[in-house]
């Protein structure tokens, strides 16, 4: 393991850098580029990036921060570094913070989507109704179930396509079937009751449980309902995240 001659780390054979101070190790030194060190063993003052790719040295603190220029020239952000004397105990708060406002993000991700899949299940539900109450009027048995089995297909297919839209914002490999379950559980157990008892109430003054909180109601959702939106959460996965 021969030493890098600017540094003196120990790298090996075929190494085209080294892994310490981030030479081009297939260029050898030459009298114009190698850098002197002054007494003391502290590195000359350089202008960063200077040199670059024409094998002059180039410290890790000068690489960093032409890194982090580009990154800034090509309109991002460069990554924000947790200063040394940072304590234990002020980087754990940090991360409780970051914590937070990741949880607080889920939270409006979930309430977002929920609600927008309610939505299309009242408009689906407004319009379909036309469909059933014609057939139940018309005294059409077959019409009516067909009516019927298309609202259950409409319902399936929003919970499904809910599921699949927050995977799809979320982007979190592994959880996606849990954001999918997520947003199905919020229109089942949040949205639909509340908009159940703000009906009841504006039509007969009356509050009254929604059958969703049945024992009925709850086996389902549970059985049925979640994993619609699970499964969605699941195809946003698969084709987005491989």
């Known amino acids: 393991m021969p030493p890098c001659p600017y540094c003196g780390a120990d790298n090996p054979e075929d190494a085209a850098f080294c892994s310490l101070c981030l030479v081009d190790l297939t260029k050898r030194p030459t009298p114009d580029t190698t850098p002197v060190p002054p007494p003391g063993g502290e ?12 094998g002059t040295y180039v410290s890790p603190a000068d690489f960093r921060s032409v890194a982090g220029e580009i990154v800034k020239g090509a309109g991002g952000f460069a990554e924000e570094t947790v200063p040394a004397h940072r304590t234990p105990i002020a980087r754990a708060d940090d991360m ?11 939270v409006l991700l979930v309430l977002k989507h929920s609600l927008l899949v309610f939505l299309l ?66 229109v089942v ?4 009751p509340l908009f159940a008892l703000l009906f009841g109430f504006l039509f007969t003054g009356r509050t009254v449980l929604p059958q ?31």
């Open 43 to 54: 590195e000359p003052n350089r202008t960063v990036g200077e040199g670059l790719g024409s």
């Open 96 to 106: 409780r913070a970051a914590g937070r406002r990741k949880g607080a993000e889920t």
């Open 121 to 186: 299940f009242l408009i689906a539900g407004f319009i379909l109704s036309f469909l059933i109450l014609g057939a139940a009027y018309g005294g059409s048995f077959s019409g009516l179930s067909i009516g019927l089995g298309i609202s259950y297909a409409v319902e399936a297919l929003l919970l499904i396509w809910g599921g699949y839209r927050i995977a799809v914002e979320a982007m979190e490999r592994g959880r996606s079937w849990m954001y999918g379950m997520a947003c199905v559980a919020m």
């Open 189 to 192: 157990f949040l949205w639909q």
């Open 212 to 242: 969703t909180f049945s024992l009925l109601g709850i086996l389902v959702a549970v059985l049925l309902f979640l994993p619609l939106g699970a499964l969605g959460g699941w195809i946003a996965e698969r084709r987005y995240m491989g």
